[in-house]
């Protein structure tokens, strides 16, 4: 298994290029199972994640190619072969849950294997289940497989009010409105840029969807979908990890498709810390103010709050900040186990259930870690640039589930990172 090996760095200086959003396309992909027509994406991400989805889809039938070295997906639903998502692929990654509601509306019937729970926390699917059956659906779970069907033969359109604003349960219920007989309301829809560019994705295939983006999606069924090519919207987390690379080293990095609206709430808290964030032509240039970051406080909240994927890495620059900082996290339960591994590194932190109180150091110390998830690996790499001497982030096909060739990237800005082959 890889390991990436990182090296105490000066100032940063230069161009990161953002991908497409991972999650955005994790989503955009199962929609071609909404039509027979093909659905081009172009934008994607080279991702481990996007290779599982691949799997996924092509495993019920659907034609996926890769083409431009991945950068674009065509895919084509033509024939639909086999409605069993199973459990060795869906356990690799929980977004594949999003086959669900597209193959209910196109087949009218799915078997989807439970994702179980994974290291940030349990992640129950009950809302998807229960907006899809306001939808005219049954589901059952038998021998850890969702068993759903239509009876009625088409989904029926109805109103539905999320108890928690949760991204994959309006994508779900989103795609599957789609092709509803009549009329879906989503009332707490999540409001990810996410889900408004599934919503433009879909409307290009003929959806008729109105306010996304909102916490009110409205949805007219139509009879069917057609085919479509669609850009990926940028990754903002991606985007917010890269941020925080020349606030931690110094040196100014532009970010090239990065836009303040993706991470307005992350960007207020940078401005407080002393990071400087400027729109440019291209994207966003971002410096450090002063010698040294101030510590703010976080709490992680669904869009347009400041977002959990980013609360890791956020975190990594609250280690060497100048006072005190307490991070919340209120989304997932279990989502600090990259705590123990900063402390190995010399991180003042304490834990309390869902917070984590942040005294910084002045400076931190490289040393062996290891990556528990994907934005806890990711922030291990930041803080292995801040730290003296050299830090080594093991188990890293967490890392290259969601972002595309970081020692490349960060390499070209002056970082002193490399991948070298595990044992
Ligand atoms: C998506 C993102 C993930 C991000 C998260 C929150 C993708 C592929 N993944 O995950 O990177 O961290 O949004 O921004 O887009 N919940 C329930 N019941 C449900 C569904 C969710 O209780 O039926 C809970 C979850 O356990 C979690 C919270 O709601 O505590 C948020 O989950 P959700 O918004 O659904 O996140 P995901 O779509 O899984």
Do not use: W
Not at 88 to 111: E, F, Q, T, W
Not at 160 to 170: E, Q, R, Y
Not at 179 to 206: F, H, S, V
Not at 212 to 222: A, F, H, L, P, Y
């Amino acid at each position: 298994m890889d390991s990436i090996i990182v090296r105490g760095n000066g100032a940063l200086n230069g161009q990161i290029p953002i991908a497409g959003a991972k999650n955005a396309c994790l989503t955009l992909m199962p929609a071609t199972l909404l039509s027979e027509e093909p659905l081009t994406l172009t934008n994607a991400p080279r991702l481990s994640d996007i290779k599982t989805m691949t799997q996924l889809l092509s495993s019920l039938g659907a034609e996926v190619s890769d083409l431009q070295d991945g950068k674009v997906q065509a895919m084509s639903s033509h024939n639909i072969d086999n409605h069993i998502a199973d459990y060795d692929i869906v356990r690799k990654m929980r977004a594949s849950n999003l086959v669900l509601g597209p193959m209910l509306a196109r087949l009218g019937h799915a078997v989807v294997s439970l994702p179980g729970g994974c290291a940030i926390g349990t992640r129950p699917m009950d809302l998807h289940i229960h907006g899809l059956e306001a939808l005219g659906a049954e589901i059952e779970l038998k021998e850890g497989y969702l068993h759903a069907k239509v009876p009625a033969g088409r989904l029926q359109g109805a109103e539905i009010t999320l108890s928690f604003a949760s991204v994959g349960a309006t994508e779900n219920i989103l795609m599957a409105a789609t092709l509803a007989k009549g009329t879906t309301i989503i009332n707490n829809a999540a409001r990810e840029p996410e889900i408004a560019d599934l919503a433009t994705c879909l409307r290009a295939m003929g959806a008729q969807i109105e306010g996304d983006g909102t916490s009110r999606i409205e949805v007219q069924g139509v009879d069917r979908l057609h085919g479509a090519t669609h850009p990926v919207v940028t990754d903002r987390i991606e985007l917010g990890t890269y941020m925080l690379a020349p606030a931690i080293c110094g040196g100014e990095v532009e970010l090239l498709g990065g836009r303040i609206d993706l991470v307005g709430a992350f960007c207020e808290k940078l401005d407080a810390a002393g990071v400087s964030i400027e729109e440019t032509q291209h994207g966003l240039k971002v410096s450090r103010k002063g010698d040294r970051i101030r510590a703010v406080d976080v709490v992680t909240e669904p869009f347009p709050g400041f977002p959990t994927d980013l609360q890791a890495q956020m975190m990594a620059l609250m280690c060497t900040a100048e006072g005190t900082s307490v991070l919340e996290e209120k989304i997932f339960e279990n989502r600090f186990m990259h705590t123990p591994e900063l402390m190995r590194m010399g991180a003042n932190i304490e834990v309390q259930g869902g917070t984590a109180t942040v005294t910084g150091v002045e400076r931190l110390k490289g040393a062996p870690v290891m990556a528990t998830d994907l934005r806890a690996s990711v922030s291990l790499i930041l803080a292995g640039l801040a730290a003296e001497g050299e830090t080594i982030v093991n188990r890293v096909y967490h890392l290259d589930r969601g972002y595309e060739r970081v020692e490349e990237k960060l390499g070209n800005v002056g970082a002193h990172i490399e991948r070298v082959d595990g044992v």
